[in-house]
């Protein structure tokens, strides 16, 4: 079993599971589990370890959208105060990030950062990928918030415009980044099959080997449930519950661990999740490179954008 460290690098929390979307790249139109928003006392107990612990990333968000979550900004206030010194990442449709909103997360300056999925380069692409939204409603918000953020000379959070690419947007990469050149950064991403539970949309296979998330993740669910990654959306594989332990006697129970060896170890068997799985879908040698991405990103995140970058455009050559 590989290394990882004394508590994790990335904290995901799912403040809730109901999104107002039904993308055509997500697993969660099809969920199953209860659908349910996480108490304000269970984020405050999780920020608080967090704190403590000093978490070096924390992820508010994960099957749903956040910004649907009722006096959201408590939760990112509640984030800040108790841990003060972890950068705060949210993922958002940004459907919901209206003038109100972003004024009062720029004004008390809640975010470091934030990527807006947003999967097309026009409104028919956009509007068949990413079902119930609007193309016009989210650009608009998204570039009011980018603009205003200027005009008040803040520099946070750091807008990311995102895009997975699938065979009906590939080739619009090029018009994407014209129509996104105001934010700070543009992303290209993997097309993933959520652990088998969509098609691997043509995607070679890849001999299955090294997986970080296991390492460097934790996944907390709604209810306090701690999933086995961010794929696991219908938490099957469960190996703790923050309700009653807390995020360090999660990270180090037997339950994970064994799951950590069954990982290393390929036993698929037991944990066929992972041998369904493409987000393990490298070349053989890239492995070597994956396993030490997590402590490049730490210490040389430049140089490892740009690998990440050449990485892509090999992965998306036709």
Not at 14 to 31: D, F, K, S, V, Y
Not at 127 to 133: G, V
Not at 286 to 303: D, E, F, K, V
């Amino acid at each position: 079993m590989y290394r990882y460290p004394d508590f994790p690098d990335h904290v995901y929390v799912e403040l809730t599971n109901i999104c107002n979307a039904r993308c055509t790249i997500c697993a969660t139109p099809g969920m199953k589990r209860k659908r349910a928003i996480m108490p304000l006392d269970l984020f405050t107990k999780i920020a608080r370890e967090c704190g403590q612990r000093k978490a070096r990333k924390f992820l508010p968000f994960l099957h749903g959208e956040t910004l649907l979550v009722p006096g959201v900004t408590d939760y990112f206030r509640t984030m800040r105060r108790l841990a003060p010194d972890t950068h705060i990442n949210l993922t958002t449709n940004g459907s919901k990030l209206n003038a109100e909103l972003g004024e009062e997360i720029l004004q008390d300056e809640l975010l470091d950062s934030m990527i807006v999925s947003f999967d097309g380069a026009d409104k028919q692409t956009y509007e068949k990928i990413r079902i119930n939204l609007d193309w016009d409603e989210v650009r608009s918000n998204v570039l009011h918030f980018i603009r205003r953020r200027n005009e008040l000379g803040k520099a946070k959070p750091k807008i990311s415009v995102a895009m997975v690419t699938i065979q009906e947007n590939k080739h619009q990469r090029r018009e994407f980044e014209r129509i996104w050149a105001e934010a700070d950064e543009i992303r290209f991403s993997v097309y993933f099959n959520w652990a088998g539970q969509l098609d691997n949309n043509g995607r070679t296979p890849f001999k299955v080997n090294f997986c970080e998330r296991l390492y460097h993740y934790i996944t907390i669910l709604a209810d306090g449930r701690v999933a086995l990654c961010c794929f696991d959306s219908e938490a099957a594989y469960t190996v703790g519950n923050v309700r009653e332990h807390s995020i360090h006697e999660v990270w180090h129970s037997d339950a994970f661990n064994e799951r950590r060896r069954q990982l290393y170890r390929r036993d698929f068997k037991k944990l066929p999740i992972c041998g369904n799985c493409d987000y393990l879908n490298h070349p053989r040698w890239m492995s070597p490179l994956i396993r030490i991405r997590p402590y490049m990103q730490r210490n040389l995140p430049g140089l490892t954008t740009a690998a990440e970058k050449v990485y892509k455009n090999w992965l998306f050559r036709d």
